[in-house]
């Protein structure tokens, strides 16, 4: 209860509710999270289960367009193996937002510890880590994600590819954009460190890791509160673009990106609601995400005050 | 330990600053004592090498500056053979500092609860409870009206003489015996200057700590300290009790500052000034520092560094100053 009021009562939430884009954003995004974590619930079918789905429904149009072979079990119609849409749909976002949210956790735990270290230590350490950090920069995390999917592909076959896909996606994007947050977190840290307070944590005596991790960290939290906002959406799509080309989720467990592929092959032939509906659900995912780290952004930085 | 050896001993400190293409020295040979429950000043201009000596004592003067020789002799150990590990044992626990701003020097994330009982927390074992205890009894000591209320708040939502409060406050909880405070009241309005002076003054007697006071405030220093060293480039111009430095100061810098301060001078009449500006790091000349600006200056004085010497009863360090017959043994 004490926590409820806190927050209701800090600036943050009355700065929210005097925004219509955050309250819109995060309405929207609030709406998609539970849909796609409330699937089980919510969704009409199953889509993992291989028993309610028949190869013959494969391809309906969705319902109200009105077509002959429309089944109105089907509100969005059926994907390629027979699963109703909206199901799938709702079954692949959570995928989406878990790989999203799972590979910035990974990054931003890898990169605070990394920028932490280097912007405190300074020195021969920090130009040793920042190198590190240029050198994974300079591979772009597609040519990363694709060398590893592909070569763990290669060596394990498809079937185990499959059962490790959800992991293994969330290790590589994760692996491949912890330099952002470490850039981040050392530029901070390097603002941070020659602030008295931190001397005077030195004479009080505390230990090094702790004058770090307890005295400097919190106090660059607010840019990390920010890119990650944006990596979240970056970690999202680019999960959908290594499932598009085929090296991301498998079909039997599709996220987004690979429901999007799966009906890029049927659009020629006029099944254009496979690819759309994940496609419009992407976008709209993306781009509440992204509305509202603008809004996160504007409002922890002072110097972009509105008129 | 039947002869009282004093609480910290400064022998020949230097400290000098690695540029890219030379040394530079912003302490050079520092030597002074101080004895257990005394308060010393120190006091000079800025630049003087002040806040450098201070952060010295506790070893931990940043890079590019590092300790380039001398001794410190504090209850008894030399602090120069001391590991990191003890070195931390003793900052914080038995030196205490305390800084010119205390906005800057309060975490603004951690709220001055957290903050004092990790200060106990990294030097004793003790729990929650006592901590949060001696942490209250501290921030009544130092006059904090419902210390219960302020410890879970943010240093923001205190005022400035209310930090600079909770920064002594902190610096009290292990007891230590000896505190340094950098300027403590500098950026404090003159109202609340007194109050904090008189604070840390009652505070050092109550408790039986020293104090070592740097400050460029001479009106300051004469009311608290018992004795005062003078500091001119990275030297100790002049070293006396505090009465022998107000009243019959001897080393040219000195007087001259005294002479400068608003009271002794008439209503209606431009303020007394020493010339010209202190040389930087840069252009120490080879003999006094002194030199440009010196009224008495004479022909040594380019050439030879003056040591600090006994004369008159007080420790200068200037070659014109003559010791009078008769005041010697004082």
């Not at chain 1, 989406?96 to 605070?112: F, H, K, N, R, Y």
């Not at chain 1, 240029?134 to 394990?156: C, E, K, N, P, R």
């Not at chain 1, 020659?194 to 770090?212: D, F, S, T, W």
């Not at chain 2, 030297?235 to 430095?245: M, N, P, W, Y």
Request: glycine share 8%; proline share 5%.
């Amino acid at each position: 209860m004490r926590l409820f009021k806190k927050i209701t009562g800090s600036n943050l939430f009355y700065n929210f509710l005097r925004d219509p884009m955050a309250i819109g954003s995060a309405t929207v995004l609030l709406f998609l999270i539970v849909a796609s974590f409330g699937a089980p619930i919510f969704a009409p079918h199953n889509p993992y289960d291989q028993t309610t789905i028949d190869i013959m429904d494969a391809e309906l149009p969705p319902i109200w367009t009105g077509a002959a072979d429309a089944d109105s079990r089907f509100l969005l119609g059926t994907d390629p193996q027979g699963r109703d849409m909206l199901s799938t749909m709702l079954y692949g976002m959570r995928v989406s937002v878990l790989i999203g949210v799972g590979a910035v956790v990974l990054q931003s735990l890898i990169g605070i510890i990394i920028g932490l270290i280097a912007g405190y230590k300074g020195g021969r350490m920090e130009a040793l880590l920042m190198r590190l950090a240029d050198v994974q920069l300079s591979f772009s995390t597609y040519m990363v994600a694709i060398f590893i999917s592909a070569v763990f592909q290669g060596i394990f076959g498809m079937g185990v590819y499959s059962d490790y896909a959800l992991g293994l996606l969330i290790l590589v994007i994760g692996f491949a954009e912890w330099p952002q947050y470490a850039r981040t977190v050392r530029a901070s840290v390097m603002a941070e460190k020659n602030k008295e307070y931190v001397e005077a944590a030195r004479v009080i005596g505390l230990p090094q890791r702790r004058i770090m991790f307890r005295h400097i960290l919190p106090n660059t939290m607010t840019p990390v509160l920010v890119i990650s906002t944006v990596q979240v959406a970056n970690a999202i799509m680019s999960e959908a673009a290594l499932s598009f080309i085929g090296l991301g989720m498998p079909p039997s467990q599709p996220s987004l990106g690979s429901l999007i592929k799966s009906g890029f092959d049927y659009i020629a032939s006029g099944s254009w609601w496979i690819s759309l509906f994940p496609g419009i659900a992407l976008v709209v995912l993306i781009l509440s995400i992204n509305l509202l780290g603008d809004w996160l952004r504007d409002y922890l930085n002072p110097k972009l005050y509105k008129d | 330990m039947q002869k009282q050896e004093p609480l910290l001993s400064v022998r020949e400190l230097s400290v000098a600053f690695k540029m890219r293409d030379c040394v530079l020295t912003a302490v050079d040979g520092v030597s002074f004592d101080l004895d257990r429950s005394q308060r010393l000043g120190l006091v000079g201009e800025s630049g003087a090498g002040k806040s450098v000596t201070g952060f010295a004592l506790l070893n931990l003067v940043s890079r590019p500056g590092y300790i380039s020789g001398g001794h410190v002799f504090f209850e008894g150990r030399d602090l120069a053979t001391v590991s990191e590990e003890e070195m931390r044992n003793i900052r914080g626990n038995r030196i205490s500092m305390i800084f010119q701003d205390p906005m800057m020097t309060l975490n603004p994330v951690l709220t001055i609860g957290q903050q004092m009982i990790e200060t106990l927390k990294a030097h004793r074992h003790i729990s929650q409870h006592e901590a949060e205890k001696l942490a209250l009894s501290k921030l009544q000591k130092v006059a904090i009206p419902s210390p219960e209320k302020r410890l879970t708040q943010y240093p923001h939502e205190f005022s400035g003489g209310m930090r600079q409060r909770i920064v002594i406050a902190i610096a009290l909880l292990t007891s230590p015996s000896l505190i340094i405070a950098d300027e403590p009241t500098t950026a404090l309005d003159v109202t609340i200057q007194a109050d904090i002076m008189e604070l840390l003054l009652n505070l050092c007697e109550e408790e039986e700590m020293a104090l070592l006071l740097i400050t460029h405030d001479l009106a300051v220093v004469s009311q608290v300290a018992e004795r005062i060293a003078v500091m001119y480039a990275g030297r100790i111009a002049e070293l006396g009790s505090t009465e022998a430095i107000v009243n019959a100061p001897q080393h040219p810098y000195t007087q001259g500052l005294l002479k400068a301060l608003p009271q002794k001078v008439e209503r209606r009449k431009r303020l007394n000034q020493i010339p010209g500006s202190m040389p930087s790091l840069q252009e120490r000349p080879p003999g006094c520092a002194f030199y440009d600006r010196c009224e008495l200056r004479g022909e040594i004085c380019h050439r030879e560094i003056p040591r600090l010497e006994e004369k008159n009863g007080g420790l200068v360090a200037c070659h014109m100053v003559k010791t009078v017959a008769g005041k010697e043994k004082k």
